[in-house]
């Protein structure tokens, strides 16, 4: 059963260019959630997608967008990149249970470094 | 909001120390707890859960009760390896918060 996978495991861009970033979610799950984890830091809420939708949103700008596809894959952009993005971006994939009380699993995480 | 607040590191234990890393949690709602550890240059790896007052996790000879009381879900382990150097971070979300982490606690074992 593979779990969370992420890709690609690192990026190098510039300021002000674009970055998609990817997410395959653990099998059996339909939720997918990513995180931005700076240096030194614990992961902070980008968004969650269900059901191709963003059912919640954490403090960041509108640069950071994202969508899901009906294999319930995900997709993190990020636009006009500024230093500050360098980070590692976790994704985390979870299942929309009866009790609410998922758990989260996350992938290896795609390094972004912004030069 | 909800925020978790984590014992910050470093933490240097020698092998087979007893190892106590607290965490506490504020709420409005009961909180869903969580550990994950992070090796180096890896994600995140859950490594215990507790869903309700009372509960205990473990995995791994790490273990934490969730104490409504002092709303606290601290991580510990009777003797710890070189193996579990990594960062450990608590979390956690109550009703339709998202996931909320602390800032991490970075373990070092020594031989």
């Keep these: 059963d593979a779990g969370v996978t992420q890709s690609p495991t690192h990026l190098i861009k510039t300021r002000g260019q674009q970055v998609t970033l990817r997410c395959s979610p653990k099998s059996g799950h339909d939720t997918v959630s990513w995180y931005q984890q700076a240096l030194g830091q614990g992961p902070q809420f980008i968004f969650q997608y269900y059901e191709e939708e963003e059912r919640q949103r954490g403090n960041f700008p509108d640069r950071f967008s994202g969508h899901q596809f009906p294999n319930y894959s995900s997709e993190l952009n990020v636009n006009a990149l500024l230093l500050g993005d360098s980070a590692l971006y976790l994704c985390a994939s979870s299942s929309t249970g009866e009790t609410k009380k998922e758990t989260q699993y996350f992938g290896p995480g795609t390094r972004l470094l912004v030069l | ?111």
């Design chain 2, 1 to 111: 909001g909800d925020s978790v607040t984590q014992m910050e590191g470093p933490v240097t234990l020698s092998e087979e120390a007893f190892l106590t890393i607290n965490c506490t949690y504020t709420a409005t709602g009961y909180p869903s707890l969580f550990w994950y550890v992070q090796y180096p240059g890896e994600g995140l790896q859950l490594l215990l859960k507790a869903t309700k007052a009372d509960d205990k996790g473990s995995n791994k000879g790490f273990e934490a009760t969730y104490r409504k009381e002092t709303t606290s879900f601290h991580l510990e382990k009777g003797s710890v390896q070189v193996s579990d150097s990594a960062v450990y971070f608590c979390a956690g979300f109550s009703g339709n918060t998202p996931l909320v982490f602390g800032k991490g606690t970075r373990l070092s074992v020594i031989a």
